[in-house]
């Protein structure tokens, strides 16, 4: 019997007949994703190395939230029982009890609502995870072949598909399929290239995925001229990710800005307070078709929908979850994963390749060492970036070595702040006017 | 699942692939986890949960591998893993990949380490840990009602289980307890954040600060420092010397040169060359040791490797001499060093890669230092110490880094960066707190900048190394401050100077 079954007629059961008063629920909710994954690896230009063999994963797990009759809650991981004891679960919700805690803004359960049309399958990963998974090791033989012949590489291809359960005692039961897709490269441990959404990469993304990242390592190989008090900074669209995830992210959390922890106050809200350039919106979107960050509904049975977290650089909402939502006093909004899903927009943005013959003196950042340990409310960051990509009248020269230092509310606050759009990813090249010294 | 149960289920799962000519290794796991969150006053979360499954990683008989999981932890489930993490194997095989046997060469290992901790997992019933919780968290929002408090509280139990085709059968016990103070304050619309916690094997964590406030002390501390931070200038970018705290310390240890010397790393590591770690290399000066390797009763206490080996203590770096690396079976010959199991894994669905357990940077010529009951007493008397040791460098700033915020080598260049909670000058007896900035270098240089210890060592400075995509317990420290001298490839950041 599969795990989101057996939840389902515990729970309901200890809903309407429960075996003593103490263990009676009056709502609940179940997330149970079941899922298949094949992968593999290269290391230090060896496929399938004893580090990076293929491999296939498969997994039956999720969460359970519980309202008890009294109006407490509890919360629990599961997966399906080890051993064959027909009690197991009702000892584990003996647990559930014992674990049980006052939060009275968290016990409610969203009735449902129509669902949107989300594409978020892809069927030949299926047909990958069934066995006909040719694709992934040609891949890897192919990015071996192709390889620069001086550079180490490394990298990994997954696929993964699976069914997502979301059921809620208001009466939500939705079961749908759900894939995923993620390879990456990187040469030298010094520059990459990725992808990452819920359908398999086309060959000629591929191909131009590739060839970027090849030429842009061939010209890492020279040294560039040392950059100067007049170079813009340039982060590649991997980096504006980073730099959301890191200071953006965690600011525009509901439960953040709710207890004070956050680099917004709540009146900033209500208020709708400029801290981005007038220019930039910021929103979830969840959507948009077979994208990473796209679902049809939040764990919480939320149904998919839009948010806009900054329009025209004015806070609008945090990101809410249902208890979020209810302190807010609000409807519960789109949830990132992660930083999928997240979408930077400035009006005045221009395809990479026309921002770059406007760069006369540049520097294009793509990656950072120890963005993880900045202070997020803050925004402040001191960074190091070895291996940035030089620009000098539109042309790419060679390699160089900075340090940045400056505030990234700051950045996004300026006019000076531009975007360019990439054709690989779908966060923004972002041009910042920062501190910038040679490493 | 119990321990017994799970060696039953890894004998009969390893019995299935008998027939088959080359090599198994199977890895049980069960993890059971409680943990709960608190702030300003409210629950956010107590959680529980259960993880557990099977990872076989199957060898053909020349040395290609595959690897299969399930979370299901089964023994019908087990068997069908043996066949694909075989299939997968054959399949990487005429892939061509690079064939490995070293596995084979693994001395047999038959043991069983019970569960360490004082307290066993439940023995506490979990209503009275957040109990416990509540009021070591009311207690300090009393204290320090300026900042916004989250208290956070972790404990953990896995159960692993690693058998072999040789016969090996090791199965081990890792307790691990974690409680966490997390603070917000505000000055003149600055905000800065903090986090201390205090680190163990179980409940006992508990019971010790509600007795003695160790971290509530700690905690307000850091909190009224970082209150200072939020005012404080900026300085001015290059090179200094420097006191380090014992987490700064570990982190440099670990980031800038464990990882260097795990034997999967030497193709790429600054200190390897030819693929060979570069044994008699001078890295420090004389007295400088660095030393890796599991403790009782510390956060990332693995006694055994996840092949199934002894964790060996290792000592990397012997008075300023590169000696050893952190070895596991696969790759340790490979990169001219001996195994010292040094394979770990997140978890059973995970491939053990080489990494650190607890890792401690020791010097020799060691300064005195009674540690004080608050930050900036203790400040003081190391200012005072160095004073009276002539180690205050005239005329410049001797910057003192607090907190250690995390950091991130790469091993191929040997470039490095950590960063810190704020920075005190030492120097100058108003003791001015600046702004943190990011504190970076170069692996071969900084270790040859560190002149001297200063009180005796501390070890538990804990984290998670996220190496390959795993998150891993590590730990380790050093003196209560290391003293460094000015090195032109180890610099601050900040300011443009």
Redesign the interface.
């Known amino acids: 019997m599969k795990l989101v079954a057996q939840l389902e007629d515990l729970l309901y059961q200890f809903q309407q007949a429960p075996k003593t008063e103490n263990l009676r629920l009056s709502a609940w909710r179940i997330l149970v994703n079941d899922s298949e994954a094949v992968s593999v690896g290269i290391k230090d230009n060896s496929p399938g190395s004893v580090y990076t063999p293929p491999s296939y994963r498969q997994g039956e797990s999720g969460e359970v939230f519980l309202v008890w009759a009294d109006g407490t809650c509890s919360q629990a991981m599961v997966q399906l029982p080890a051993l064959n004891d027909p009690e197991y679960w009702h000892k584990e919700l003996e647990q559930w009890r014992q674990a049980s805690y006052e939060d009275p803004d968290a016990s409610h359960i969203p009735t449902p609502e129509p669902l949107p049309l989300v594409a978020v399958e892809d069927r030949a990963i299926r047909t990958i995870i069934s066995g006909d998974d040719e694709i992934l090791f040609d891949q890897a033989k192919r990015w071996l072949t192709d390889r620069p012949a001086q550079a180490k590489m490394q990298g990994s291809i997954q696929a993964a598909w699976g069914y997502r359960h979301v059921r809620t005692s208001t009466g939500l039961a939705v079961t749908y399929q759900q894939s995923q897709f993620v390879s990456w490269f990187s040469f030298d441990s010094l520059i990459g290239g990725g992808f990452a959404k819920r359908r398999l990469i086309q060959p000629e993304e591929q191909e131009a995925l590739w060839s970027l990242t090849v030429s842009r390592y061939e010209a890492m190989q020279k040294e560039a001229p040392p950059i100067g008090p007049q170079t813009k900074v340039i982060l590649a669209p991997s980096m504006t990710e980073e730099m959301l995830g890191q200071f953006i992210l965690p600011n525009f959390s509901g439960d953040k800005v709710i207890e004070g922890q956050g680099a917004f106050a709540k009146e900033n809200f209500l208020d709708h307070t400029l801290v981005f350039h007038p220019q930039f919106s910021l929103t979830i979107d969840p959507l948009r078709p077979l994208e990473l960050g796209s679902y049809l509904v939040t764990a919480e049975g939320v149904p998919a929908d839009r948010t806009v977290l900054v329009r025209d650089g004015q806070l609008q909402t945090p990101f809410l979850r249902v208890k979020d939502a209810v302190r807010w006093g609000a409807k519960p909004t789109a949830l990132p994963h992660g930083t999928a899903g997240l979408y930077l927009k400035h009006q005045a943005e221009v395809p990479w390749v026309d921002a770059l013959q406007g760069v006369e003196d540049g520097v294009l950042v793509l990656s950072v060492l120890g963005l993880h340990t900045q202070e997020a409310v803050s925004g402040s960051y001191s960074l190091s970036a070895p291996h940035c990509i030089r620009i000098l009248k539109g042309q790419i020269v060679g390699r160089t070595d900075v340090k940045l230092t400056g505030n990234f509310f700051a950045d996004m606050l300026a006019s000076t702040t531009k975007t360019a759009r990439s054709d690989f990813d779908t966060h923004p090249y972002l041009f910042i006017k920062t501190g910038v010294q040679t490493l | 699942?119990e321990q017994k149960?799970i060696q039953a289920l890894v004998r009969s799962v390893l019995a299935e692939a008998r027939n088959f000519d080359g090599y198994v290794i199977i890895r049980a796991q069960?993890r059971r986890?409680?943990s709960?969150r608190i702030?300003?006053g409210?629950?956010?979360?107590?959680?529980?949960?259960?993880?557990?499954?099977l990872g076989v990683?199957a060898f053909t008989k020349d040395g290609?591998?595959?690897?299969?999981?399930?979370?299901?932890?089964?023994e019908g489930v087990g068997r069908k893993?043996v066949d694909?993490?075989i299939q997968?194997?054959r399949?990487?095989e005429a892939?061509?990949?690079?064939l490995?046997r070293k596995i084979w060469e693994a001395p047999r290992v038959e043991a069983e380490e019970g569960n360490p901790a004082q307290k066993v997992f439940g023995e506490i019933?979990?209503?009275d840990l957040?109990t416990m919780v509540m009021s070591i968290h009311s207690s300090l929002r009393s204290a320090f009602s300026e900042g916004?408090w989250?208290t956070s509280y972790r404990q953990i139990e896995e159960e692993w289980c690693i058998g072999r085709t040789d016969g090996t059968l090791v199965s081990f016990v890792i307790p691990r307890a974690v409680l966490m103070h997390?603070g917000?304050v505000r000055v003149q619309g600055?905000?800065?954040?903090t986090m201390i916690h205090r680190s163990g094997m179980d409940a006992t964590v508990l019971f010790e600060e509600l007795a003695d406030h160790v971290l509530e002390r700690k905690a307000m501390d850091r909190a009224e420092f970082a209150r200072a931070v939020?005012i404080a200038p900026?300085l001015p970018?290059g090179h200094y010397p420097l006191i380090i705290d014992y987490g700064l310390a570990k982190g440099l240890a670990h980031e800038a040169f464990g990882h260097a010397v795990e034997s999967?790393h030497m193709?790429?590591s600054v200190l390897g060359e030819a693929g060979k770690l570069r044994k008699g290399l001078r890295v420090a000066r004389p007295g400088v040791n660095i030393i890796d390797g599991p403790l009782v009763g510390d956060w990332a206490h693995q006694p055994y490797s996840a092949n199934g080996l002894i964790r060996q203590t290792v000592t990397i770096v012997r008075d300023g001499i590169l000696e050893a690396g952190l070895g596991d079976i696969?790759?340790a010959e490979e990169a001219g060093m001996p195994v010292t199991g040094a394979g770990r894994a997140e978890s059973y669905?995970h491939?053990p890669?080489p990494r650190m357990s607890n890792i401690r940077l020791l010097v020799d010529r060691m300064l005195p230092l009674t540690p004080a009951e608050h930050l900036m007493d203790e400040v003081k008397a190391v200012r005072e110490t160095l004073l009276e040791n002539g180690e205050l460098r005239e005329g410049e700033k001797n910057l003192l880094l607090l907190g250690y915020?995390?950091?991130?080598?790469?091993p191929?260049?040997g470039?490095?960066?950590?960063?810190c909670d704020g920075i005190i000058d030492v120097s100058d007896p108003k003791l001015p707190i600046y702004?943190?900035?990011?504190f970076?270098g170069k692996i071969l240089s900084v270790l040859q900048a560190i002149r001297g210890g200063l009180g005796e060592g501390c070890y538990d400075a804990i984290g998670t190394c996220g190496k390959?995509g795993q998150s891993v317990a590590s730990s380790g420290g050093s003196h209560r401050y290391l003293l460094m001298d000015a090195d032109q490839q180890v610099s601050l950041?900040?300011?443009?100077?």
């Open positions: 699942m149960e069960s986890e409680w709960m702030s300003n409210r629950f956010e979360r107590v959680s529980t949960g259960w993880d557990s499954g990683q290609a591998s595959g690897f299969a999981t399930s979370d299901v932890l089964a893993l694909k993490a997968l194997a399949r990487n892939m061509g990949t690079t490995n019933p979990l209503v957040e916004v989250q997390q917000t600055k905000a800065q954040s939020c900026q970018s999967d193709n790429e696969f790759s669905g491939i890669l915020r995390g950091g991130q080598v790469n191929k260049t470039d490095f960066v950590f960063q702004q943190p900035s990011i970076s390959g950041g900040g300011e443009n100077g």
